[in-house]
């Protein structure tokens, strides 16, 4: 199992462009979620996924869009790049607990905006 | 709704313990624990249920004190490879559409 993957794992933008973070997982997890991770500020709630259809927001949800069409994927589309969305972003994914059990996360992608 | 977190920084000779607590305003259902170490992602340590149940994967205790909404993570017998960031996550209900909240974490730096 290659577990969570995340790609890229680099990314520079400039302000005001759009891109799509991707994530994807074979372990079969109904529980998915994005997390930026600033400086001192720990780890953020981006957006969560219980399952394939069904999105919900986090602590910091603005600027940010989710989808999730099937069980592997979970992308994380910025719609408008801005300097303060310069961060580390992970991937995590988790079985179906309630609330969600031990989450595996990805490597992380490291995006800069100039 | 982020949980606290205690100290910010640790550093401790090989050998020595360690206890970093976590604690919410909120009524708690779960504590989750996690470690990473500089320039990887968080690994799982341990969970803590609201009732007494717990897992987790290392030689590693912690604690739920579900009156104070309170959780401790006690290291003992450090050893060079605990060093990293400790992060205590929470989440206030028990149902599928919860989302775990986490601290802004722990600096625990275990020297020789």
């Known amino acids: 199992n290659a577990g969570v993957t995340q790609t890229p794992k680099f990314q520079v933008l400039k302000t005001g462009q759009s891109m799509t973070l991707q994530c994807a997982q074979d372990m079969n997890h109904e529980y998915m979620s994005w997390y930026r991770q600033d400086p001192g500020m720990g780890l953020r709630l981006i957006h969560y996924?219980?399952?394939?259809?069904?999105?919900d927001q986090g602590e910091v949800p603005n600027g940010y869009n989710v989808s999730r069409s099937t069980t592997e994927d979970f992308p994380l589309r910025l719609l408008s790049a801005a300097p303060s969305q310069t961060s580390v972003y992970f991937c995590a994914s988790s079985t179906s607990g309630l609330p969600p059990y031990e989450q595996y996360f990805g490597p992380g992608t490291r995006l800069t905006v100039t | 709704q982020q949980p606290v977190q205690s100290p910010q920084a640790v550093i401790l000779r090989e050998g020595e313990d360690a206890v970093i607590n976590c604690s919410s305003s909120k009524a708690l259902y779960s504590v989750h624990w996690y470690r990473q170490k500089h320039g990887e992602a968080p690994v799982f340590l341990m969970i803590?249920?609201?009732?007494?149940e717990q897992k987790g994967h290392e030689k590693i205790s912690a604690s739920f004190n579900e009156k104070k909404q309170q959780s401790s993570l006690y290291l003992t017998a450090s050893q060079l490879s605990y060093s990293g960031t400790y992060f205590c996550g929470t989440a206030l209900m028990k149902t599928s559409y919860d989302k775990v909240i986490f601290g802004p974490g722990t600096s625990l730096s275990v020297i020789p």
């Open positions: 996924s219980v399952g394939a259809g069904i999105t």
């Open positions: 803590l249920l609201k009732g007494g």
